[in-house]
């Protein structure tokens, strides 16, 4: 068998490895599962099936004041007011503080032709990247592969 051509050699190996793994992880009495950090952690809550924190990131703000924010995604989120669509998904910005329902929508996503476009079911925030202090977030959606580049001091 070793040598056959196509045939990974390594193939039988692997998986007698993976369920070796399992088993010891299984039968191991001294495995214990533990949060990196319990006493400093932050809990914020957004909306109910909103997928709130479906995608995180953090942001660094330099004007008007420094700042560090937690943006969260929530791709299921409701539409804002006056938009014609139920739900669009949002990204919410959070400040770095104990307080677990202080973070507000960030308002990228208004205005739309629905003749061309509807934003129904887009997914807004269902990824969230920051470039780091002072520069840009992109925010994308799944269905329309767009991404929203938004400036956010
Ligand atoms: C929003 O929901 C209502 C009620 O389910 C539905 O009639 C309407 O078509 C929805 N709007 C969009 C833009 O999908």
Request: charged share 15%; glycine share 14%.
């Amino acid at each position: 068998m070793a040598g056959t051509p196509g045939r990974d050699p390594w193939g039988a190996p692997r998986i007698c490895y993976l369920l070796g793994s399992l088993l010891a992880g299984l039968l191991s009495p001294g495995a214990v599962a533990f949060n990196l950090d319990v006493m400093g952690a932050l809990r914020k809550e957004g909306g109910p099936g909103s997928l709130f924190g479906f995608s995180v990131a953090l942001r660094g703000q330099l004007q008007p004041r420094p700042q560090s924010w937690l943006l969260a995604g929530a791709p299921q989120a409701l539409a804002l007011p006056g938009q014609q669509a139920n739900r669009t998904g949002g990204l919410f910005a959070c400040p770095l503080s104990l307080e677990e329902t202080d973070c507000s929508r960030v308002d990228i996503d208004r205005g739309a032709d629905v003749q061309k476009e509807s934003k129904e079911n887009q997914w807004l925030g269902v990824s969230v990247q920051s470039q780091g202090p002072g520069g840009k977030i992109v925010v994308s959606t799944t269905f329309f592969f767009t991404f929203n580049i938004y400036h956010f001091y």
